[in-house]
């Protein structure tokens, strides 16, 4: 019982001591389950998720192609192709696959988002007069060229070196834009990109960076009304709490039925071994207070053997059994003239050099398995009265 009461005690201390996950009330969302980006705070899926689910400015939208769509008040529609919670950091591109257009407009004004790694660019309008861009600077982008001209783009490190670039021949100056690349195009002061790979945005408020390398989601602090952004450790299961519970007692109760069984098993063999050992450690004295002193390890000793009646066959070679006709042991006939020795009580008879090897060995006749350990003595008078009467019983047999 001590130890079924442990066991309990420690099952309950280990479920009482697993810290419980708390869960942040807003469920992650998604446009596309497959390719689409996670949606979560501080941005929100508007018209799915709650508005307490994410911060004002960081509404993002669902189109009618399942893609996840930001609207940046100044410069209009993006997709969003990634977001990236701990580096607090926003990727997104042109829906119609132009967005070198979309970048002679773009605007980050009136949004909570930042070009982390900008790169000023140049944009030129030249006539169709063939020109060879592989040794030049400038990159044709052709989404924005026509049949009859070309747009192109030169990057430049600072803007007062984009605002004095000199255009190409039969080219004129569009406009010098600032454009907020990705960290790894940004290390290359002459990119060869063409500006279609995606734009880097990042906000600086909320700050979830160290909850998100902790393996935390942020959210709203306490109840709906509060502003403060606190950080939920993230859900370890997608399972619902029934859920939970059902396999914790289903699984966790016979388990721990096991346990105990397995345990009180345990214990009656440990119990029942120290029983046997105690036994053992007193037997050998009671053996050796019990045993006869003519038995050796594990038959009869010689003086015992010989101590037996034994009788030499005539020619008529008759027994007191008429069925004793040959050996037991060896299972050769007896012949004139063989000397037989009979074990006493049970009366069977045997060649004298099979029955003393059997009794070396073993302490019982062969034939009944009695043991003739307690009549010892009675061969050896009977032998001695025989020589003196010539009892027809115990004198041999055919002289």
Same mark, same amino acid.
């Given at each position: 019982m001590d130890t079924?009461?442990?066991?309990?005690?420690?099952?309950?201390?280990?479920?009482?001591?697993?810290?419980?996950?708390?869960?942040?009330?807003?469920?992650?969302?998604?446009?596309?389950?497959?390719?689409?980006?996670?949606?979560?705070?501080?941005?929100?899926?508007?018209? %799915?998720?709650?508005?307490?689910?994410? %911060?004002?400015?960081?509404?993002?939208?669902?189109?009618?192609?399942?893609?996840?769509?930001?609207?940046?008040?100044?410069?209009?529609?993006?997709?969003?192709?990634?977001?990236?919670?701990?580096? %607090?950091?926003?990727?997104i591109n042109d829906p119609d696959s132009c967005l070198p257009g979309r970048i002679l407009n773009f605007s980050l004004s009136g949004s909570p988002f930042l070009g982390a790694y900008t790169r000023n660019y140049t944009f030129f309008n030249c006539s169709s007069d063939y020109m060879d861009y592989t040794s030049t600077r400038y990159m044709p982008l052709y989404c924005l060229s026509g049949k009859n001209y070309t747009v192109l783009a030169m990057s430049s490190h600072s803007s007062a070196s984009a605002a004095a670039a000199a255009p190409p021949p039969t080219c004129s100056k569009i406009k010098s834009v600032l454009v907020p690349l990705e960290w790894t195009l940004s290390q290359f002061y002459w990119t060869s990109m063409d500006l279609r790979e995606d734009l880097e945005l990042v906000w600086n408020?909320?700050?979830?960076?160290?909850?998100?390398?902790?393996?935390?989601?942020?959210?709203?602090?306490?109840?709906?009304?509060?502003?403060?952004?606190?950080?939920?450790?993230?859900?370890?299961?997608?399972?619902?709490?029934?859920?939970?519970?059902?396999?914790?007692?289903?699984?966790?109760?016979?388990?721990?039925?096991?346990?105990?069984?397995?345990?009180?098993y345990a214990c009656g063999m440990i119990r029942a071994f120290n029983i046997r050992r105690r036994l053992d450690s007193n037997l050998p004295t009671t053996i050796s207070e019990q045993r006869p002193v003519i038995r050796s390890a594990s038959g009869l000793d010689r003086p015992t053997i010989e101590s037996y009646p034994t009788t030499v066959l005539g020619e008529s070679r008759r027994l007191p059994k008429a069925s004793d006709i040959s050996c037991p042991i060896c299972l050769a006939d007896y012949q004139p003239k063989e000397t037989l020795r009979s074990i006493p009580e049970c009366n069977h008879y045997f060649h004298a050099d099979c029955i003393d090897e059997w009794l070396k060995l073993n302490g019982t006749c062969p034939l009944c398995r009695n043991s003739p350990v307690s009549s010892v003595?009675?061969?050896?008078?009977?032998?001695?009265?025989?020589?003196?009467?010539?009892?027809?019983?115990?004198?041999?047999?055919?002289r």
């Open positions: 079924i009461t442990l066991i309990l005690t420690l099952f309950s201390f280990i479920i009482l001591t697993i810290p419980s996950l708390s869960a942040n009330p807003c469920k992650p969302g998604s446009c596309n389950a497959v390719l689409g980006p996670v949606v979560r705070f501080p941005f929100r899926l508007a018209g %799915q998720q709650s508005a307490r689910c994410g %911060q004002p400015g960081f509404d993002l939208y669902c189109n009618s192609e399942n893609q996840t769509i930001l609207n940046l008040p100044e410069s209009g529609e993006f997709v969003v192709d990634h977001i990236d919670y701990a580096a %607090q950091a926003l990727f408020d909320p700050i979830c960076r160290s909850c998100e390398i902790d393996g935390g989601i942020c959210g709203y602090k306490g109840d709906w009304r509060g502003s403060e952004v606190a950080c939920f450790r993230r859900s370890r299961s997608v399972l619902p709490k029934s859920a939970k519970y059902g396999i914790v007692i289903g699984v966790g109760i016979p388990g721990l039925l096991c346990l105990i069984g397995l345990t009180c003595a009675t061969p050896r008078f009977s032998m001695s009265a025989s020589s003196s009467s010539s009892s027809p019983s115990t004198t041999p047999h055919g």
